[in-house]
C-alpha cells in the first residue's frame, strides 16, 4: 500500500481524505493537524494516526507520500519540510500568495530535485481532460479561442476572504491553469473586476466578478469570466474553438431529470452545487495520477512551475484591474526560475 | 398564376388561404363557403371572389384548381364534383368518416383519372422530411421502430368532437399516415384508450388519449401516442430507430432562449401552441408541392388511396381499442380499390 | 459491520461485490459460488472467505444477510434455504420463470414472514426515484401516461438467451416493474414483438424486439420499447405525463462534452454503454437501502410479491404477443397469493 | 400603403426588398441603384421603379420613408438628402466610418429633426427581445455580466474587408450595440485581437478574431467574443447573467431533428449559415417597427446617437487592441452631441 500523510482538516482537506481513503491501493497513514481534535476526528472517519506533530509525520519511514491541504500561509514550509525530508509531494494551490517567496522557496528545493505536484484538480476532470485530449487529437484543428467560466454559488465567509489573497490569486487561479494547460504559456493579460455592490467583497478589498483576457504566446485568444454567486449552482464551463469546431464542456447535474409544464419545457435540476460534487471524480483521478507518478519516478503534472505560473497570471490580472494596461507576462517570470 | 378556389373558411380553410396568397406563384382566385359573409371576410384579407356557389367556382375555366378545406361530411362531394370538372384537388383529410363511401366515391371517379391529393401537412414538414430523406438514405440502417408522439394542447369543442369521427379518425389519422410514410404498409394494430376521466369526452364517447401499436409489413413496429390534452404546447415528436442509431425530431419553441435559476437550469420555451403554429411551413410546402406536382403532371402524393388507408388504420385501432384484440389490416383494405 | 454472503460471482455478481464491499458499513463475509476459483478470484478483491457450499455459508451464526446473484434457476432453492436459515435475501430478478414454482416457493416460506428484497435496481437509480418523488408531490397532476424505453446495446450470448426465458421475462421485467412502481397494478397487456432478422434469437426463438401497452387499473396507459441492440449505447428512458406537465429521464454520458463541426452541432459522447454504468448509483442505493430495511425490520421493498408481479406481467405480454389478443390480468395473478 | 424607396442592391439590400415587399402594409415603390440594371433586376423579382436617380426618387411627393442599405461611404450623402427631403431613413449601419463626418452631418440635420432609425437588426431578433423584456421584467435580478458571441462562417472577400473599415467596425459594431442595448452607456473598453495567421486579413492589416471587455457605467460588465470564421454556422449566443439567474440565447438551427449513433448522440443540424437565414424574423421586425415608427411620429429607436455610440466604441476597441490600454469612453464621445 501506498501510505500518504495528509496535512490539513478543512474543507479541502477532507475532499484529499476520502480520495485517499477510496483508493485501491493506498491508505491515510497520518492526519495532522494543529488543532488535534480535527485531525483525530478525521483519522476516525478515514482511517491514519492523528497528530499534530509536523515533524513526527516526516520522520516516519514508512510514509510515501504528503499531500499538502492547510492553510496557504502554511504550504511552503511545509512543502520545504516534505521535500527534505525526502517526500513527495501533493500540494494544494497556491503554492503561496508571494511569488519572491515561491522563488525564494525553489531556490533552497532546486538542488534536490524536488517531487512537487501542485492540486489543480481541473486537470484531472473527465469532462476537462475528453476535450483536451480531443483538441490534442486534432478534432477541431488549431485551437484559436478558449472561454472559461468559473462562478461559484455564493461568496466564502469574510475570514477567508480576507486571507485569500483576492480573487484572482484564490479563484481564478485555476482558470489561469486550465488556460495554460490548453493554451501553454500566455504573453499578456487584460482585466475588468467588478464589486457589484457588494457589501463584504467590497469592505475587504474584493471584487464580486472579474473578465479576463488572455493573449497566448502562440497567438491564441482566451476569455475567462468569474463570480463569487450564481444562482443555479456552480457554473463551470469550458469552450475551446479551433478551425475545424468546437468543444464545450457543460454544466452537470445530480440526474438527468427534464422537466416541462405551462412555464417552460426542458428544464434540467439546478447544477452541481460546488466543487466538492462537481469535482469529486477529478480529486480522485487527481490522486491516482499522484499515486501513479511517484510510484514510475516520472515528473509530476502539474508540478512546481506550473503553480508559479498560474499566481503570475494572477499578479499581471490584479495589476490590469488596478491601472487599466495589458500586463506583459515575461518569459521569466512564467518559467525561468524553473528551467 | 395558378389560380385557386378555396372551399371552406374555417381554422384550416385560413391556413389554406395564407399558404395560396403567400405563394410566389399562385393567387386565391375564388373563395367559396356556404356562409357567405365568411368567405368575404377571408376574401378581402387574402384575396379571390367570395361565393357559396360551388358551381359558379368549378365552372370558371381560368381556374387551376382546388383546396377543399371544408367540413369532412362535404369533402367527398366536392371532390367529386372538382373532378369531374377536370379540376386538381388538394383535399384535407380525411377523405371521410366511412370507407365504403370512399370506396363508392373512387368507383365513380377512377376513370378519370383524377389527381387528388391529400392534406397529410406532416409529410412535407422539414423535420420529418429531413428525418425520412435521412432514413431513406441509410443514416441509421434499416428502420427497425418508429415511435410518433401527437398531444394536441387542449381538447377542441364540443360540437367538433360530435362530429369527428372520435380520436383515431380525426386526430391519430396524421400518425396513421406518418407511419405509412415511414414504413410502408401496415399489417396489424392493437390500441389502447382512457377516458382520463374527461366529462365532455365521456359524455361523447371519444377518448382523451391513446396508445397504439402498428407491426408494419415490414416487421418494423411501431407505437403512438396520443392526447387530447398537453399542459406545454403541441407536443410533436418521432423517433426513428435503426439498426446504426437514431434519428429524433424534437419540439419547437419560438425562440432560442433558455433560463437558468434556482428552480432549475436551461428551461426553454414553452412548445409552438398548436399546428397553425407549429405546420406554418409544412402548409407552405405542402402547398408549393401540390402545384408543381399539377404543373408537372405527376401523380399526387400522398394520394386518393393514402387518404383512405389512413381511415382503414384509423378503424382498425377502433376495433382493437373495443374488442382487445389486435386487428390485421388486409391488404386490400389498405390499397386494393386503387391498385 | 453488516455481514454479507455473495451468491453467485457471474457479471451481476461482481456489481454486488462493489457495492458490498463499497459500502461505509457492510462487509462481504462469504463468496460463495458452485466454481470454487471464480468465489476465490472475486473474495480476493473484495474481501470474504470463498467457498462452494452453501450449508457452510447459511450456518454462520454471525451472517447478517444474503445477496442471491446466482443463475435464474438456483434463485429458488437459495431464497428458501436462507429463509429457513433465518437470514435476510436480496435476489436478483426474476424469482424464477415458473410461476407455479414461484407461487409454491411462497406457500413453503410464508409462514416464515420471510425478509425478501428484489433486485429492481431501476427503483433506487437518482433519476427514477427523484421522477417518482415529484409525481407523489403532485409536480404534474395525475399520472396519465408512462412511456419506458429500454434498449440494451447488444443481444447476450447465446447460452444466455437460451436459458433466460426470452425478452420479456429477462429484460423487459424490469420495465414492468418500473411500471408497477409508477403506475400501481396493470389491468391488462398488448404486445408485438419481432425478430428484425436475427439469425440467433430467431433460432432461439427469441425476439429482437418488443412493444407493449399497459393499461393500469388506476386508467392510465403505458408503453415499452425494448431492443437487444442499439449503436449508441443504454438507451434508457422514462417519461411521466399528466395533466400539468411532463418528467422525462434523459440518458446519461461520461462526460459533459458537446462537439460542434460542419457535420452537426451539440454532440453529446455516446450513451453509459450499460447497466454497470448506467445502474452504477442505483445498485448502491439498492444495496444501501437493503441493508438499512433489514436493520431498521422494516417490511423490504420492492418484495417477493413484487418479483412475482413483474413475472406475471412477462408471461401475459408473452401470451398477447403469440395470440394477438389484449391479456387481462387478474388481481390474484399479481398479488392475490401474498395478501 | 407605405411606399419606400430602397437605396442599394446588394446582400443587403436584398434583404431589405424581401422584407418590405412581404410587409402587409408597404411596398418597395423605388429601387435606387448606380448600376440601374441591378436595381432593375431587384424592381422586377419585388416591386417598385428602377432608378439610378437620387434626386427622382427624393422628388415623389408620394414617397413615404427611405431605406438606406448602399456601401458605406456613401450613408451620410443619402441620409442628409433624405433628411432635407424631409423623408424618414432606416439607414443601416453604420453611419460612416469617421466620427468627425457623423458629427458634422449631425449639426447639418439636428434642426431639421431628423427620423433617422439605424439598421440594428439584433434588437428586433424575437430571441433576443425576448431576453431583453425578461431582464427589464427582472427576472434575473440585476444584470451583471453579458457575454455575446459573434462569429462568421467565413471571412467577406478582400475587397470589402479593404473597405470595411476593419473587424471592430464592420463586424464588432452589431455586437456593441447590443452591449449598449442591454447596459446602456459604456464607460471602458479593453480589446485583444489576433491575425490567427489569416494571409489575407493579414495583409488588409485586419484581424480574424477579437476578444472584447467592456465596462458599463453601470458597473456590468460584458465580453464579445468574435471570429470571422466559423466552421459550424454562424455562432450568435448571448448571455445575460444577474444576482438571480440567467438568459442565454442559443444557435438556431433549419430543423429540430437531433441524431444518434455510434460516434455521438443527441447532434443537432449545423446552425443557420448566415445572417440573411438567421436573422429573417428581425430584419423584418425591424421594418415592422420603421413603419410603425413613422406613422405614429415616434422618435426612431435605435436612432443616430446610437449609430455614433457604436462606432465610437468600434474606435475605442481598436485602440485599446493597438496601444494595449483600457480606453476609457467619455460620456460626450457615446451621446453628447445629440443631447
Not at 481524505?17 to 483519522?43: F, K, M, N, T, Y
Not at 513526527?56 to 527534505?84: E, F, K
Request: glycine share 8%.
Amino acid at each position: 500500500m501506498f501510505r500518504v500523510a495528509l496535512f490539513g482538516c478543512g474543507r479541502i482537506g477532507q475532499v484529499h481524505a476520502r480520495s485517499i481513503a477510496g483508493h485501491d491501493d493506498a491508505e491515510l497513514a497520518w492526519v495532522c493537524d494543529p488543532v488535534l481534535p480535527a485531525a483525530q476526528s478525521l483519522a476516525a472517519r478515514h482511517g491514519g494516526r492523528a497528530t499534530d506533530s509536523v515533524t513526527r509525520v516526516l520522520s516516519d519511514p514508512g510514509l510515501d507520500a504528503v499531500v499538502i491541504a492547510s492553510p496557504t500561509p502554511t504550504h511552503i514550509d511545509l512543502l520545504t519540510q516534505a521535500t527534505l525530508a525526502g517526500k513527495p509531494v501533493l500540494c494544494e494551490k497556491p503554492i503561496d500568495l508571494d511569488l519572491a517567496r515561491i522563488d525564494a522557496c525553489w531556490a533552497e528545493i532546486a538542488g534536490l530535485r524536488p517531487f512537487v505536484m501542485m492540486g489543480f484538480n481541473r486537470r484531472f476532470d473527465p469532462t476537462f481532460t475528453n476535450i483536451h485530449r480531443r483538441v490534442a487529437d486534432g478534432e477541431i484543428g488549431t485551437l484559436r479561442a478558449l472561454r472559461l467560466t468559473s462562478r461559484d454559488p455564493e461568496p466564502p465567509p469574510r475570514a477567508y476572504v480576507a486571507a485569500s489573497g483576492g480573487l484572482f490569486r484564490d479563484m481564478t487561479i485555476h482558470d489561469f491553469d486550465v488556460a495554460r494547460y490548453f493554451l501553454g504559456e500566455i504573453a499578456e493579460v487584460q482585466a475588468f473586476t467588478s464589486g457589484d455592490g457588494h457589501e463584504m467583497l467590497t469592505a475587504e478589498g474584493d471584487a464580486h466578478q472579474a473578465m479576463v483576457l488572455l493573449r497566448a504566446r502562440s497567438g491564441a485568444l482566451c476569455t475567462i469570466t468569474n463570480s463569487r454567486s450564481c444562482a443555479f449552482g456552480h457554473d463551470q464551463r469550458l469552450e475551446a474553438f479551433g478551425d475545424n469546431g468546437m468543444l464545450e464542456a457543460g454544466n452537470q447535474t445530480s440526474s438527468s431529470v427534464r422537466a416541462y409544464g405551462p412555464g417552460g419545457t426542458e428544464t434540467a435540476d439546478p447544477y452541481l452545487k460546488f466543487f466538492v460534487e462537481r469535482y469529486r471524480d477529478a480529486y480522485r483521478a487527481e490522486f491516482d495520477e499522484f499515486v501513479r507518478a511517484v510510484r514510475e519516478q516520472r515528473p509530476p503534472s502539474p508540478g512546481f512551475a506550473d503553480g508559479r505560473a498560474a499566481l503570475a497570471l494572477a499578479d499581471a490580472a490584479a495589476e490590469s484591474a488596478a491601472t487599466g494596461r495589458a500586463v506583459a507576462v515575461s518569459p521569466a517570470l512564467t518559467d525561468g526560475v524553473l528551467t
